[in-house]
Structures are given as structure tokens and as C-alpha cells.
């Protein structure tokens, strides 16, 4: 039996991922480059969700940013979140 070597690290996302996977439990998704939540963003920009939330909203009706959800994992479950890439 061979053991071959792989480069990718796992994260510990890969390996919730996996164990899901093989009991029968929904996975999260693979979130593209460049895509970030609204507590990213607030955390980014020093300001609380509130404030960014507007800033969000003005931003998607000048279609300035694109809007996506994405499965992740929170805290014990994997849930649909609002993923944004600006245009």
C-alpha cells in the first residue's frame, strides 16, 4: 500500500466537511476569492453591522456590489449566508 503525499493542507473546515459528508449531513460550500460577509466587511471597515448594512444596501441598488449566499459553517450547523464581491 502506497501512501501518496498531497501539498493542500486541510483545513479544519475540509475535515468537518468530509465527516458531514460521510453520515449524510449537508456540507458547506467553497466560497470564491474575493467574496466576504457583512461582519467581514464591518470588521474591515471599523464599523458595527448597522452602519454597514446601509452602506450594503445603497451599494446593491447602484449595483455597485453583487449578492450570493453560500452554505458555511456557524457555529454547530451549516447555514445559507450573504456573501458580497464588489462589481
Known amino acids: 500500500m502506497a501512501f501518496t503525499t498531497i501539498n493542500k493542507k ?8 468530509e465527516a458531514m459528508a460521510d453520515c449524510g449531513i ?15 466587511m464591518a470588521d474591515h471597515y ?14 446593491l441598488k447602484n449595483q455597485r456590489l453583487q449578492r450570493k449566499k ?3 459553517h456557524t457555529g454547530r ?7 458580497y464581491y464588489k462589481s
Open 10 to 17: 486541510k483545513t479544519a473546515n475540509d475535515w468537518i466537511n
Open 77 to 83: 450547523a451549516v447555514s445559507p449566508i450573504w456573501h
Open 70 to 72: 453560500y452554505r458555511i
Open 46 to 59: 471599523n464599523v458595527c453591522v448597522t452602519t454597514m448594512n446601509a452602506r450594503i444596501q445603497k451599494a
Open 26 to 40: 449537508a456540507v458547506s460550500d467553497q466560497v470564491p476569492e474575493g467574496w466576504v460577509t457583512l461582519q467581514e
